[in-house]
């Protein structure tokens, strides 16, 4: 097994995928998670419906296993797993789960923080925040732009 | 004969005239340049966003650059900037 | 919930433990996970028995919550959770768990990685490696060294 | 009077002769730097790791300098190089 991507429509358990992973995987030392969560409020403390995330055809797929196999071209990991919901994500559900493994802890910790640098700014994903008052798109922000370019 | 192209508008893009609009085109096709071109003018609340540099053009599931010829079949579609994550 | 630190004699499944920090938080954004398990083989290629950790009394765990505070202090986190086992660990089993939770996800991954570097070089614990041949200590190395000197 | 002081040896300092050494130590007790020298001489198998400069002393459960003085009744150890994770 090396790289594993996903696109899901349905709630996921990212406690379940690492266990699933670390279960694929040989005997690596280092296995790094991350994940990421719907917030429940915008940045002005308005309360969230729904985070809505839209993908487009095959494209975003693609982009995703681009990503990945860029992480595994940089890195010496030796596994990762990258899943990502699309649809209507309640607050709290995960968006975004990342697992790598490696020999090296650093290789791990390092695939897993650019694989997520590069999710935020280049998979093909449109996402939107519905809130009491309306709804409103979300772009990479300046941080998500300056984080990427460190690779 | 000139046919009639779909154009998917992708995120934000379909806030004003919705999901996909349609142009009709020539049998030579058009560069995707002109493709913005063609969208602002029929679809004028697309034009600020169109002209602001930063939509990219999906034809055939693939991400093309603005010389790239859109043909009568092709898949298109107008991306605004995407975040995963 | 801060800061949460346990020495445990047990095997421990890291996807459990990583469902209970999520289940703990609020509504952070970023969750990171990294788990360290224990290798099959030396680095001559000798299959292992067991890798043995020896704690010393309440050095061990206050070694430990001094290297989780200072995670604290130096990063926007909200929540850690950081496990060591001590005893007679079989190849696989997780050595070591960290989780961090913070709204920004680099603060998530930087703790993360913070609080392996100091736990690798700082953490009160002595082990040893059991193969068929006898049995070695393991100190840190000097990558171990030069990554704790980053921060 | 004299009592005896039991050193617990931590990790690979316990290869040589189990995981604690006893000395005698007068009521005035010793400074750690002079408990290393009196465990070197009682246990010279210990000696040329001692001697590395890269153990450290604890006494009552804190990890001290080699100054500090080490008293009839403490509960003495000392640890070779730490390694976690």
Same mark, same amino acid.
């Given at each position: 097994?090396?790289?594993?991507?996903?696109? =899901?429509?349905?709630?996921?358990?990212?406690?379940?995928?690492?266990?699933?992973?670390?279960?694929?995987?040989?005997?690596?030392?280092?296995?790094?998670?991350?994940?990421?969560?719907?917030?429940?409020?915008?940045?002005?403390?308005?309360?969230?419906?729904?985070?809505?995330?839209?993908?487009?055809?095959?494209?975003?797929?693609?982009?995703?296993?681009?990503?990945?196999?860029?992480?595994?071209?940089?890195?010496?990991?030796?596994?990762?797993?990258?899943?990502?919901?699309?649809?209507?994500?309640?607050?709290?559900?995960?968006?975004?789960?990342?697992?790598?493994?490696?020999?090296?802890?650093?290789?791990?910790?390092?695939?897993?923080?650019?694989?997520?640098?590069?999710? =935020?700014?280049?998979?093909?994903?449109?996402?939107?925040?519905?809130?009491?008052?309306?709804?409103?798109?979300?772009?990479?922000?300046?941080?998500?732009?300056?984080?990427?370019?460190?690779? | 004969?000139?046919?009639?192209?779909?154009?998917?508008?992708?995120?934000?893009?379909?806030?004003?005239?919705?999901?996909?609009?349609?142009?009709?085109?020539?049998?030579?096709?058009?560069?995707?340049?002109?493709?913005?071109?063609?969208?602002?003018?029929?679809?004028?609340?697309?034009?600020?966003?169109? !002209?602001?540099?930063?939509?990219? !053009?999906?034809?055939?599931?693939?991400?093309?650059?603005?010389?790239?010829?859109?043909?009568?079949?092709?898949?298109?579609?107008?991306?605004?900037?995407?975040?995963?994550?």
């Amino acid at each position: 097994m090396t790289a594993f991507v996903e696109v =899901k429509q349905e709630v996921f358990d990212p406690s379940v995928c690492l266990s699933q992973f670390t279960g694929r995987i040989g005997d690596e030392g280092a296995v790094v998670s991350f994940t990421g969560r719907a917030r429940g409020q915008t940045k002005d403390g308005l309360p969230i419906n729904a985070l809505v995330l839209e993908s487009y055809r095959g494209v975003t797929l693609a982009s995703m296993q681009q990503i990945a196999a860029d992480a595994h071209a940089k890195f010496a990991i030796t596994a990762s797993h990258v899943i990502h919901r699309a649809g209507r994500i309640k607050p709290l559900e995960a968006i975004v789960f990342v697992a790598t493994a490696s020999p090296h802890r650093r290789a791990a910790f390092e695939a897993a923080d650019y694989l997520m640098d590069r999710l =935020k700014t280049e998979a093909v994903f449109w996402k939107r925040e519905e809130h009491a008052n309306g709804s409103a798109w979300i772009e990479p922000t300046d941080a998500d732009r300056s984080d990427v370019a460190r690779w | 004969m000139n046919q009639s192209l779909n154009v998917e508008l992708c995120g934000k893009l379909a806030d004003s005239y919705g999901g996909s609009v349609t142009l009709d085109i020539s049998p030579s096709g058009l560069p995707v340049r002109e493709l913005f071109e063609a969208v602002s003018s029929a679809y004028p609340l697309l034009a600020p966003i169109l !002209a602001g540099g930063r939509i990219r !053009a999906c034809v055939n599931e693939t991400i093309v650059p603005d010389d790239a010829i859109i043909r009568q079949g092709d898949t298109a579609a107008l991306f605004p900037p995407v975040s995963g994550g």
